[in-house]
């Protein structure tokens, strides 16, 4: 077996049984990719659009393509025919361009709203605030060609882990107090937290990860 695809093995023998493994490949050639498709994982995030699209072209049809990063709302439509879940949907306005791109596509595109954990303003998301509002907005019904599916947070790049537990605890006790309100919206599937990355996912699903990030772990550091 390919040492990508041993790592992959390693970690995914790890994961309990409801947790989903998201394999980050930015920036890694469609190479690699495939050896840890041929080994039976087809879950792949992506960062860029543009990489994105160029390895969906080349890759298998059926790899379900998640995408995790910062999305401008005038790229969506690059990604709208094939993406399976995003992650980074970080305000109403993404949303909804979102839910017009997959109408064009006559389709249903899973979300997840990023909501901003760290202490870095440098990550993106949105506050608890912005989250309401969405909740309360009389547009969010309208949008029928979205499924938002849960919540996605990074937390703090630091080596101090009882910083980033409490980060992964509070996107925890967000999800918590929202979901019922999403699912009487009529999101019966918001039931996902996408949180934890290579160097705090054993933290990450011990405070109620559903789905974890992993890039350099399986693919080697990328820089
Ligand atoms: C790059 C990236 C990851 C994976 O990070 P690693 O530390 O390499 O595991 C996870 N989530 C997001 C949003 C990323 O940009």
Redesign the pocket.
Known sequence: MSEVAENTRKILNQLPENVTLVA?S?LKPATLLKEVYDSGHKIF?E?YVQEMVEKAEILPKDIAWNF??HLQSNKVKYIAPFVSLI??VDSFKLLKEINKQALKNQRIIPCLLQIHIAQEDTKTGMNEEELSEILKSNELKDLKNIDLRGLMG?STFTDDMSVVRAEFKSLKNIFEKHKIEFQKAGFEHFTEISMG???DWKIAIEEGSTMV?????IFGS?G
Do not use: A, W
């Not at 990030?213 to 772990?217: A, K, L, V």
């Open positions: 980050v930015k995030g960062n995790i990063g992650h980074s990074m990355m290579s160097g990030r992993i890039g350099s772990s990328r």
